[in-house]
């Protein structure tokens, strides 16, 4: 079968503009391929010229190759004159500063570099990190160094084969509780817009002679900024196993743990320095199965009190403890540490302010908060929202990213994160006791909050509308047989939040306090569906009862997604 002639022309014009010799040669032999009749060469032309990669306020994230619909130099060219644009023109900026970072993936540097020479020529002032680093200290850069905008070329816990970019604003270009917070509407849709009018990527102007680097000293500042927080007289006594998951987070969060007097640090070394392949785990998010099994076999060596996991770019943390529960190993889920984190903030920090959560996290941290005479906020979803909460002095969302000192770092950062778990691991270890300890005295006091997500992965995208569709049309009239008494469309606004633009999802609540809340996966093709159920706690109740109850209560919540997964119609 021969290749569609409009496709091939097209493919061939990117051809002539393209900047990489790299992708020019992989298109070139997806051409030939394609012209001898391979069939796989088709779809993937056809697929990467069927549209450009969306620019939104998640910047662009996909699989690195030749097309518009790709990550490659072409579309990060067109990408960084439409952010310069936007500050120049649409923002009226004077020689607008740019603070760029990016991590250790493949291209990750030269797309930095490209970006910085093209935003340079543009008329921007543009400070390069001078070597990769983690995506935290870009967005304290922001901040620190009074930039205009942001870039970070990472794709986070992505495959591999992924690139990104993700910007932020800050300084003249954004108001003060949005200065070096991710981009949000409308100026997500100003810059693809600016995007979409550059002119052929051959013709953008590059001038790498004004380009400054960042070195140490910004490094430096960012060490002291976050290891400032940790209690100098708390205890120390702890053994903590890290790892970086072939990413960019060791070096700073070893120097951070050091610093701060946590002398007993083990990275995993397997997973300690940065590999672009991720050679050992399938998948390199600290949450997928498997993922962190090398440090769990290192702590169970060490007999270590916890685990702390950074993702590849270091701004996301989770952690993992023994359970005397089960006797054996296990995570954290992304809201137990985020109530801990929040807990241990109030209690030992003395934190007054905004407690913030996004809709689709537990409400635990809000009893919490609450009990202690602290306001609580939830958001939409993403820290570009949560940080965003006025007075907000700590947010987090159940995807494992914290955000434990705004005024420093206005996004999820896994490096400051990873400093108050292991200082809340010390202190429970001083105390004789354990995270999953002060857990359960958490529980006894506001109600054992138990979560799970069902997520159900599709390869059709009009599937996730259709299940959206049918959930609308027929709800469920009970949650594990407990009536439904709240059926909010989120695309109309949220019982939760205030203030806020609608988002596309649907929140239920039961009259036991049971709650689902089923939306889109903003990056990934899925349905994801956040189950919530809230179990009051006898007084006095024993360890061993604590255990079964959290037993009976996963039970509960596979019988949940069970229920969910035939309303949607994906039994």
């Not at 013709?203 to 940790?230: F, H, K, N, S, W």
């Not at 993992?320 to 109030?346: K, Y």
């Not at 010390?426 to 359960?440: K, M, N, P, V, Y």
């Amino acid at each position: 079968m021969s290749m569609d002639a409009a496709l091939r022309t097209r493919a061939e014009s990117w051809l002539q503009d393209d900047p990489d010799p790299a992708t020019r040669s992989a298109l070139q032999g997806l051409l030939t391929q394609a012209e001898e009749g391979g069939a796989a060469a088709q779809d993937e032309i056809a697929d990467a010229f069927s549209a450009d990669l969306q620019f939104g306020t998640a910047g662009l994230r996909g699989r690195m190759a030749p097309g518009p619909n790709r990550m490659n130099l072409a579309v990060v060219s067109r990408a960084a004159r439409g952010l310069a644009d936007h500050l120049l023109q649409d923002l009226g900026l004077d020689r607008p500063r740019v603070v760029i970072g990016f991590d250790a993936r493949y291209n990750s540097q030269d797309f930095a570099r490209r970006s910085a020479e093209i935003m340079a020529a543009a008329g921007c002032e543009v400070l390069l990190l001078d070597r990769f680093g983690p995506t935290p200290l870009v967005a304290f850069a922001v901040r620190h160094l009074e930039a205009d905008a942001g870039i970070v070329v990472t794709a986070s816990h992505n495959p591999p084969a992924d690139n990104g970019y993700k910007v932020y604003l800050g300084a003249r270009a954004a108001e003060p509780d949005g200065r070096g917070v991710q981009i949000v509407p409308p100026s997500d849709a100003q810059i693809a817009a600016r995007i979409a009018a550059v002119g052929p990527v051959r013709e953008i102007p590059v001038d790498g002679t004004d380009v400054q680097l960042l070195g140490e000293q910004l490094r430096e500042d960012y060490l002291a900024g976050i290891c400032a927080l940790p209690d100098p007289e708390g205890p120390r006594e702890v053994r903590i196993v890290h790892t970086a998951m072939h990413g960019v987070g060791t070096e700073t969060a070893l120097a951070a743990l050091h610093r701060t007097g946590f002398g007993e640090v083990h990275p995993v070394a397997k997973q300690a320095d940065p590999d672009p392949d991720f050679p050992t785990v399938a998948f390199p998010n600290p949450e997928e199965p498997g993922a962190i099994d090398l440090a769990l076999e290192l702590a169970r060596t060490l007999e270590a009190d916890v685990v702390i996991a950074n993702d590849p770019d270091a701004d996301r943390c989770a952690a993992a403890v023994l359970d005397p529960h089960l006797g054996d190993w296990r995570m954290l889920t992304g809201d137990e540490l985020g109530v801990l984190l929040g807990d241990h903030l109030m209690r030992r920090h003395g934190y007054q302010g905004v407690m913030a959560r996004s809709i689709v996290s537990s409400r635990w941290l809000g009893a919490v908060a609450e009990a202690a005479g602290q306001p609580e906020a939830a958001t939409l979803t993403g820290f570009k929202w949560i940080t965003r909460a006025p007075g907000v002095v700590f947010g987090y969302e159940e995807a494992i990213g914290y955000c434990v000192l705004p005024e420093v770092v206005r996004d999820k950062d896994g490096l400051s994160a990873a400093l108050m778990v292991a200082e809340m691991a010390a202190l429970a270890h001083s105390e004789g006791s354990t995270l999953i300890g002060r857990l359960d005295e958490l529980a006894a006091e506001h109600g054992l909050h138990s979560t799970a997500q069902l997520s159900i992965r599709v390869e059709d995208l009009s599937l996730i509308g259709a299940m959206m569709e049918r959930l609308r049309a027929a709800p469920p009239g009970a949650l594990l047989g407990s009536p439904v008494t709240t059926n909010q469309d989120l695309s109309e606004g949220s019982v939760e939040t205030t203030g806020l633009p609608p988002t596309e999802g649907v929140l239920l609540l039961s009259e036991d306090d049971t709650r689902v809340v089923v939306r889109p996966s903003g990056t990934e093709p899925k349905l994801k569906c956040y189950l919530e159920l809230v179990t009051a706690l006898p007084q006095g109740v024993t360890e061993a009862q604590i255990g079964a109850i959290r037993r009976e209560a996963v039970e509960r919540l596979e019988a949940l997604k069970d229920e969910l997964r035939k309303v949607l119609g994906a039994a």
